[in-house]
């Protein structure tokens, strides 16, 4: 779960920054993505979780024109401190079919790229 701090935004292990393409405008805006546990006992070891469901937290609002101007902004806000996240959990572009930046939240389930073995 992504907390703030006086400094900015920390993400938890299978929090995600994506950049996320409004179906509609074709423009990129960067985004995080929450982890949200599945209901249930989950296993003993979060690295063995099968599958990462994530929710929308924040996205930036006017987005970009192209992929290179988020991937920019994306950058500069790691250089700045403003936004700590493990290098693996930045994802670059994802297709989430059907998202618009209009949308109130997403909820999307990624295979477990930290998974053991």
């Known amino acids: ?3 703030q701090t006086d400094d900015g935004l920390a993400a938890g292990m ?4 994506v950049i996320a393409k409004d179906s509609e ?3 990129y805006h960067p985004m995080f993505l929450d982890h949200r546990p599945f209901a249930g006992a989950p296993p003993d070891d979060p690295l063995d979780y099968k599958a990462i ?3 929308s937290k924040m996205h930036h609002t006017a987005g970009f024109d192209d992929r290179e101007g988020a ?3 994306v950058r500069e806000a790691r250089e700045s ?3 700590k996240i493990d290098d693996e959990n930045v994802m670059g572009v ?3 079919e059907g998202w618009t930046a209009d949308d109130p939240a997403v909820v999307h389930v990624l295979p477990n790229w930290r998974k053991k073995g």
């Open 71 to 73: 991937e920019t902004f």
């Open 94 to 96: 994802v297709e989430i």
């Open 14 to 17: 299978f929090d995600v920054l």
């Open 53 to 55: 469901r994530l929710k």
């Open 1 to 3: 779960m992504f907390v």
């Open 25 to 27: 405008t074709g423009r």
């Open 81 to 83: 401190g403003s936004v």
